[in-house]
Nanobody
Framework: QVQLVESGGGSVQAGGSLRLSCVAS????????VGWFRRAPGKEREFVAGITWDGSSTYYADSVKGRFTISRDNAKNTVSLQMNSLKPEDTAMYYC??????????????????WGQGTQVTVSS
């Protein structure tokens, strides 16, 4: 069983930065692939970034490539999402999700079993 808690959201102006954290409980977190997703008002949930269980591979949506960086520290059961050069279109609720095993990074929600409650990111122009 894995429980996920996100933090680090907030309100920033365009061009600013935020760092989201996803802290997990459970001994198996280090064996899970983790993804960040987001859902903006009136839009469907979309994949943002993902990282394999050992941190060896990462994958980004085209819309955030070059601006966002995902990383993990398994010793601290934490996955982080550094978001730079934020744009108003990045405004959304951001969710952390974890797979049930050592899988490759997937950009679809159905590949993730555990989900956090989300943290809100608001970027003003």
């Amino acid at each position: 069983q894995v429980q996920l808690v996100e933090s680090g959201g907030g309100s920033v102006q365009a061009g600013g930065s935020l760092r989201l954290s996803c802290v997990a409980s459970g001994r198996t977190f280090s064996s899970t692939t983790v993804g960040w997703f987001r859902r903006a008002p009136g839009k469907e949930r979309e994949f943002v970034a993902g990282i394999t269980w050992d941190g060896s591979s990462t994958y980004y949506a085209d819309s955030v490539k070059g601006r966002f960086t995902i990383s993990r520290d398994n010793a601290k059961n934490t996955v982080s999402l550094q978001m730079n050069s934020l744009k108003p279109e990045d405004t959304a609720m951001y969710y952390c999700a974890a797979s049930r095993g050592r899988t490759g990074v997937a950009n679809t929600a159905r590949n993730y079993y555990y989900w956090g409650q989300g943290t809100q990111v608001t970027v003003s122009s």
